[in-house]
């Protein structure tokens, strides 16, 4: 997995370098500025959002960390890139638990929109540096320099990697041999309640906290083929898990790298209680509007 995540990353991390020494992200960024003002951030951070949504968290974190940006745009572009982040794979296995793959793109990229024009609004406009932070007072004249920055910057985001997915297989591996995730699901129903979500979709909820939507969607999917979960509770934990999920992993990367945990967790999970209540009141509007028609 760790060789895996290093040959996407490594590579878009030096495009990305090349495209900054050639000026083709300041070309960029004045053509999405006037956009991108609207969340707080400079036209050039828009490849950071668009490698998110088409790739895992690693992908945009390596292209962040050879940016020149403050604190409170990193914080708002790391939950926009937390909710929107490798859509295709995670979406379509949500969708074959029965939920609409489109329904879940459109949900994500919505929310990462509306979650960044908030932030703009709310976050304190000084925040100081992220703990990576570079200066464009750096002049770099030649493709070896480039070279010679971008492999300093790869071993260090390579050996952040490292230790962080190994700690998280280690902590997974001690959670699954002692069976304390079966225990934890049974104590988190008043939270589940909180959220709008049933019961019994209880394990599964961690499991998706845990270790994400890809392992998370295949659980889910033996769950529902057992009868242990319905595919309306199944509809709405998906809901819940495409705002917010793999709190331990997604968060770690970007709290290494100066964000606030706080700011990370109090977004997401309020996000994620706003969609699933507004969902569960659509469906009951549509149910009782189904109703009322067949009495007419």
């Not at 088409?54 to 292209?63: D, E, Q």
């Not at 705002?243 to 700011?263: C, Q, R």
Request: proline share 3%.
């Amino acid at each position: 997995m760790l060789v895996w995540l290093l040959k996407i990353i490594l590579p878009i991390s030096l495009i990305v370098r090349f495209l900054d020494y050639f000026g083709v992200l300041a070309v960029l960024a004045g053509w999405l500025n006037p956009v991108f003002m609207h969340l707080g951030l400079p036209g050039s951070t828009a490849i950071v959002f668009i490698t998110s949504v088409f790739l895992p968290l690693y992908a945009p974190l390596a292209i962040i960390t050879s940016m020149s940006i403050t604190l409170r745009e990193l914080t708002i572009l790391a939950l926009m890139c937390q909710i929107s982040h490798n859509l295709p794979v995670e979406c379509a296995i949500q969708g074959k638990t029965g939920t609409s793959f489109w329904s879940m793109v459109a949900l994500r990229v919505v929310m990462s929109i509306i979650v960044g024009v908030i932030l703009n609004l709310i976050l304190p406009q000084q925040m100081g540096m992220p703990v990576f932070a570079r200066t464009d007072a750096v002049v770099l004249n030649s493709v070896a320099e480039v070279l010679l920055i971008w492999l300093k910057s790869s071993l260090q985001i390579s050996l952040l990697i490292i230790v962080i997915v190994t700690s998280l297989n280690v902590l997974y591996g001690i959670m699954a041999k002692y069976h304390l995730i079966d225990k934890l699901s049974k104590g988190i129903e008043p939270i589940l309640k909180f959220f709008g979500l049933p019961v019994e979709t209880a394990f599964l909820w961690l499991i998706g906290y845990i270790v994400g939507l890809s392992y998370g969607g295949a659980m889910m999917l033996d769950q529902m083929s057992e009868g242990k979960v319905t595919k309306s509770d199944a509809g709405l934990l998906n809901y819940h898990l495409a705002v917010s999920h793999s709190i331990i992993e997604d968060n770690l990367l970007f709290v290494a790298l100066g964000v606030s945990l706080w700011w990370i967790l109090a977004v997401r999970l309020t996000a994620a209680w706003a969609v699933v209540w507004i969902r569960k009141g659509y469906l009951e509007l549509r149910k009782k509007m189904s109703l009322a028609s067949v009495e007419i």
